[in-house]
């Protein structure tokens, strides 16, 4: 079954606005989680690492001021798309590793962002 | 600059008929290879991890193989349910932590 939940799994929002998708492990702690993005018929591509207790780490070219993490729980890390525009619209999932730091990740089934 | 790339981009196959996926990768020091499935709208469902050449990785019509410089993932006698997008990624270190490149996959689509 799932280890990792994501929600909502689809949303569409108006230009300007602001939205926020969740993840959540289940069952287990994850004081680690990722935010991936992913454009159509495209590779996962991280953008950035949520840290529990502090501030997420993000990869290069990602505008932290944009994209907002907050990883305020052991099982619950969020995204923030902060004054959204088309151009951010895209496929995003989240993933945490279930054991230690050799194991493998396990996404989320992800969230579909239209922005209009 | 570390690299992963799959081929054939995309690959279509009649029921039964068995094929091979590529995954090819340049890095700096891998630290494990992961083979994802990932069906349209969903995120990747992991199916395998290889760490050293050689090693070999069985889960029903699925192989996964590992040498120096590539990994196969082996699809023997497939099936329609068998059609998705197959990720292969690398893990690696980088900035003083473990990070995954993913390629960009092969879409399979098995025709019944």
């Known amino acids: 079954g799932a280890v990792v939940s994501q929600h909502p799994s689809w949303v569409i929002c108006k230009s300007g606005t602001s939205v926020k998708i969740e993840c959540r492990s289940l069952?287990?702690?994850?004081?680690?989680m990722f935010w991936y993005r992913q454009f159509p018929k495209q590779s996962l591509m991280l953008m950035a690492t949520?840290?529990?207790?502090?501030?997420?780490?993000?990869e290069q070219g990602v505008e932290k001021d944009k994209f907002l993490i907050n990883h305020a729980s052991l099982t619950l890390s969020t995204l923030t798309v902060t004054s959204a525009h088309p151009e951010d619209s895209s496929f995003y999932i989240c993933?945490?590793?279930?054991?230690?730091?050799?194991?493998?990740?396990?996404f989320g089934n992800g969230t579909r962002l239209t922005v209009t | 600059e570390d690299q992963v790339t799959q081929s054939p981009e995309a690959l279509r196959l009649q029921e039964g008929e068995s094929s091979s996926l590529n995954c090819s990768y340049t890095?700096?020091?891998?630290?494990?290879l992961f083979w994802y499935r990932q069906d349209p709208g969903k995120g990747p469902e992991f199916l395998f991890t290889?760490?050293?050449a050689g090693e070999e990785k069985e889960k029903e019509r699925l192989k996964a193989t590992l040498t120096k410089k590539e990994s196969f993932l082996h699809i023997t006698a497939p099936k329609p349910e068998d059609s998705a997008t197959y990720l292969c990624?690398?893990?690696?270190?980088?900035?003083?932590?473990?990070?995954?490149?993913f390629g960009s996959g092969t879409r399979l689509l098995v025709r019944p």
């Open positions: 990624a690398v893990r690696v270190l980088m900035d003083s932590s473990y990070k995954l490149i």
């Open positions: 890095v700096s020091g891998l630290r494990g």
């Open positions: 069952d287990f702690q994850a004081t680690t």
């Open positions: 949520s840290n529990e207790g502090s501030k997420a780490t993000y």
């Open positions: 290889l760490y050293s």
């Open positions: 993933s945490a590793r279930l054991g230690r730091d050799n194991s493998p990740l396990h």
